[in-house]
């Protein structure tokens, strides 16, 4: 053997992956990494330019609205911009407003009894879109 296996025998350490598929699995797994990083970066920066358009049409209301400086009103926007949106996001949280089919595949709602359309959520007992209630 060479002196590199005998190492790897004698340490109990895996080889470096040397196979075709073991191979293929790494650059799989940095693949599903690099998406992962890739789609986080594109969520942000969606929050960012709904962020800068919130900001940007409060601080035009700041504007006509009231005579504060520049600094103050950027800074209001800003903030003002920030609250509404985490106000949003807990209201649309505690609503249910995104039904959860779309957010996780595997919980995907069944069709309504009556109607044949799919319910707004997995334990749904009404349907939104023809009134039917089964409720017991």
């Known amino acids: 053997m060479t002196e590199v296996a005998d190492d790897v025998e004698r340490d109990g350490a895996r080889p470096v992956p040397s ?25 942000l920066l969606v929050w960012l330019v709904a962020l800068l358009v919130l900001a940007g049409l409060i601080f035009l ?8 400086n520049l600094g103050a009103r950027v ?22 407003l995104i039904p959860e089919s779309w957010i996780d595949g595997s919980k995907k709602s069944k069709p309504c009894p009556n ?3 799919d319910l707004r959520t997995a334990l749904a007992q009404q349907c939104m879109h023809c009134g039917a209630d089964w409720h017991s």
């Open 19 to 43: 196979t075709v598929a073991d191979r293929r699995e790494v650059r799989g797994f940095f693949a599903g990494i690099g998406l992962l990083v890739g789609f986080s970066i594109v969520v």
């Open 61 to 68: 209301g700041l504007t006509v609205a009231t005579r504060w």
């Open 75 to 96: 800074g209001a926007s800003f903030v003002f911009a920030y609250l509404t949106m985490k106000l949003l996001r807990i209201v649309a949280e505690t609503l249910d």
């Open 115 to 117: 109607c044949g359309k």
